[in-house]
């Protein structure tokens, strides 16, 4: 065989073997990425919700670590506080929901938003949260109200659900 005979005989290996094999290392990079950068939005947004429960634990008196809501009447400067803290939690919500929801999530992204759902049920739980739905989903994504409204119809009074 000649050098050219060679040489040809290796452009073919490399088109038959390597051209499939660089795709495929691209491909499995490109994938790797994503769920990297999936899993650094999640863990922003995980550290973002410690530094909500930090507020919420600065606030002792307004009780909302309590798993239901308490009924003692609050002073105007607590009503407030606490419509503030829960308008950060719910911009906390919405910004999980559009960067990690999907209809059609994969495994991996469908483990990372079950936190979320879970975070959601929990405060959907409590009727306080419930009552301040209204004014706190003002101007936010049509498709994050829905899914929250979802959720917090499930837990409200069926003697609601009648007189609706």
Same mark, same amino acid.
């Given at each position: 065989?000649?050098?050219?005979?060679?040489?040809?005989?290796?452009? @073919?290996? /490399?088109?038959?073997?390597? %051209?499939?094999?660089? +795709? *495929?290392?691209?491909? @499995?990079? =490109?994938?790797?990425?994503?769920?990297?950068?999936?899993?650094? +939005? @999640?863990?922003? #947004?995980? !550290?973002?919700?410690?530094?909500?429960?930090? %507020?919420?634990?600065?606030?002792?008196?307004?009780?909302?670590?309590? =798993?239901?809501?308490?009924?003692?009447? %609050?002073?105007?400067?607590?009503?407030?506080? =606490?419509? /503030?803290?829960? $308008? +950060? %939690?719910?911009?906390?919500?919405?910004?999980?929901?559009?960067? /990690? @929801?999907?209809? $059609?999530?994969?495994?991996?992204?469908?483990?990372?938003?079950?936190?979320?759902?879970?975070?959601?049920?929990?405060?959907?739980?409590?009727? !306080?949260?419930?009552?301040?739905?209204?004014?706190?989903?003002? *101007?936010?994504?049509?498709?994050?109200?829905?899914?929250?409204?979802? +959720?917090? $119809?499930?837990?409200?009074?069926?003697? #609601?659900?009648? $007189? /609706?």
């Amino acid at each position: 065989m000649t050098w050219f005979e060679w040489a040809e005989a290796l452009s @073919y290996v /490399v088109t038959v073997v390597g %051209l499939p094999l660089a +795709i *495929g290392v691209f491909i @499995y990079e =490109k994938r790797r990425e994503r769920q990297n950068e999936g899993e650094e +939005i @999640y863990q922003r #947004l995980s !550290d973002e919700y410690t530094e909500f429960l930090k %507020l919420v634990l600065a606030n002792p008196d307004l009780q909302l670590l309590r =798993k239901q809501s308490a009924n003692f009447p %609050l002073t105007d400067e607590q009503r407030e506080r =606490k419509l /503030v803290l829960l $308008s +950060i %939690l719910i911009s906390l919500f919405e910004r999980a929901f559009l960067l /990690v @929801y999907d209809e $059609s999530m994969d495994h991996q992204t469908r483990r990372l938003w079950q936190s979320w759902e879970d975070y959601l049920l929990e405060w959907c739980e409590r009727q !306080d949260f419930r009552d301040a739905l209204p004014g706190l989903l003002q *101007g936010e994504d049509e498709e994050f109200c829905a899914h929250i409204q979802r +959720i917090a $119809s499930r837990f409200a009074s069926p003697k #609601l659900e009648q $007189s /609706v």
